[in-house]
């Protein structure tokens, strides 16, 4: 079966440090991989994708992510994080034979400090 | 661009009643799938639609019923509520079935059943 771990609840960085948001996935076939972000009482916000070809996609805000077949990971990160970047992440994998379903992670809480 | 929008923005309803919620798609989109997510967990994929047929159903029970308008717009009905219904209803939508194009999420509605 398909399915999304992000191991961490939730990161706490400095404003300015670098940030990663840890992510594994498991499918059979070539997995789609998606970011998305959720800020307070609001919906899914799309970040990045990951499809095929370069393993390190560049998506909206700074924000990129890093594709690992061996490792089955898909983390995201931002070399120099914002206080407004504090929100919930999700990542999200389709593939297999799950057809057109996205199956989410649990996300995680970012947040920055000044 | 309007994008997904959703109504209403927040329901409470009574246990055992019956409530619809409304998605219209973003410009261009035919497909739309709609999703639940419970306090403090990842989007549940309910089902999706395209074509005005349901073309995929995640694990939830028949009292989740939805239907699709030649317009492309949406609606989920949920019948004989429960206090577990309570959650955050997403909204999506997509061009076509490909599995690489991103989803668009509407701000959710938020359902409270008493």
């Known amino acids: 079966a398909q399915s999304v771990a992000q191991p961490e609840d939730q990161v706490n960085v400095a404003e300015g440090n670098p940030l990663t948001v840890k992510c594994t996935y498991s499918?059979?076939?070539?997995?789609?991989l998606f970011w998305y972000v959720q800020y307070p009482n609001r919906g899914l916000q799309f970040l990045l994708k990951?499809?095929?070809?370069?393993?390190l996609v560049k998506g909206s805000y700074g924000f990129e992510a890093e594709f690992n077949k061996s490792q089955t990971s898909f983390h995201l990160k931002k070399p120099s994080a914002l206080v407004s970047d504090s929100a919930l992440y999700f990542c999200?994998?389709?593939?297999?034979?799950?057809?057109?379903?996205?199956?989410f992670g649990q996300g995680t809480e970012l947040s920055v400090k000044p | 661009d309007a994008g997904v929008t959703q109504s209403p923005t927040h329901l409470i309803k009574t246990r055992g009643q019956q409530v619809t919620l409304r998605c219209s798609p973003k410009?261009?989109?035919?497909?739309v799938s709609w999703y639940q997510q419970a306090l403090g967990q990842g989007p549940q994929f309910i089902f999706q639609?395209?074509?005005?047929?349901?073309?995929q159903r995640g694990n939830f029970p028949d009292r989740f019923s939805g239907h699709q308008f030649p317009n492309y717009s949406s609606e989920l009905n949920v019948n004989a509520l429960l206090l577990g219904d309570s959650a955050l209803y997403l909204c999506?939508?997509?061009?076509?079935?490909?599995?690489?194009?991103?989803?668009?999420f509407g701000q959710g509605t938020r359902l409270t059943v008493v």
């Open positions: 999506a939508s997509s061009l076509g079935g490909a599995l690489y194009t991103e989803a668009f």
């Open positions: 499918v059979s076939g070539n997995p789609y």
């Open positions: 990951y499809i095929t070809g370069d393993n």
């Open positions: 999200a994998v389709r593939g297999g034979n799950q057809g057109g379903k996205l199956i």
């Open positions: 410009s261009g989109h035919d497909t």
């Open positions: 639609y395209y074509e005005e047929e349901e073309r």
